[in-house]
């Protein structure tokens, strides 16, 4: 009651349903990518899942043959340069104790998931792109690792691992590109202007010059 003797007038407010720009301004951004970059991720991930998992099994077959005092020779071993089966018989083949390759199972197995995710109009926080960004990173430096060891070390070249490879360099850039078009990598603004435009020159220069580091490692029997 009031003074003078009328019912006050209480307003309920709704808090459910009213805005609340404060909470709103503190969650976390999350992103989607374009229908292409999803596509990408899960094309170059089942060109490594595929490299992968022939790896894995002419690597069993190799083993097989070896109870049996028999030997395998790998499709792809086609001469002394390209020859899949020294790559796989050397200890660089199981650097972590198990074959490279079953790792690279699990690691494009995840790729084709964020892809097939995105598909699906998924989007991410920052957190989880930076995540899927780092093990991009460590999945192109494993693989110059890997690179450096069959041009120099094991002098062979296996095809399949060449395609993983080129998997690996692909998504790792357009994945950073990505994490810096939208802010989660902090750039100033004419590399965001770079890779918004010219995203393909990064991973077409990385590809050229280990073309040109195979060529020339073996250039005499590439010319003879």
Not at 163 to 190: D, E
Not at 213 to 220: G, I, K, N, S
Request: some cysteine; glycine content about 10%.
């Amino acid at each position: 009651m009031t003074e003078s003797g009328g019912m006050s007038k209480t307003t309920v407010k709704d808090v459910s349903t009213e805005p609340q720009p404060e909470r709103a301004g503190i969650a976390p951004r999350r992103e989607g990518g374009s229908r292409a970059f999803a596509l990408l991720l899960v094309i170059t991930g089942a060109a490594g899942l595929l490299a992968s998992w022939v790896i894995t099994i002419d690597k069993f077959k190799i083993l097989e043959a070896k109870v049996e005092g028999k030997t395998f020779t790998p499709g792809c071993s086609l001469n002394p340069v390209v020859s899949c089966g020294s790559v796989m018989e050397s200890k660089q083949a199981a650097v972590f104790g198990f074959p490279n390759p079953m790792l690279g199972l699990v690691c494009y197995g995840i790729v084709i998931g964020v892809g097939v995710a995105l598909l699906a109009r998924a989007r991410f926080p920052r957190w989880y792109w930076l995540t899927f960004n780092a093990g991009c990173l460590f999945g192109v430096a494993f693989c110059a690792w890997l690179m450096f060891q069959s041009l120099y070390r094991i002098n062979a070249l296996c095809l399949w691992c060449s395609l993983a490879w080129v998997a690996t360099i692909l998504m790792f850039w357009y994945v950073t590109s990505f994490n810096i078009r939208k802010g989660f990598l902090p750039a100033p603004n004419w590399l965001k202007g770079f890779f918004g435009e010219f995203t393909w020159v990064m991973p077409v220069l990385h590809i050229g010059i280990i073309g040109m580091l195979v060529l020339t490692r073996w250039w005499d029997f590439w010319t003879s």
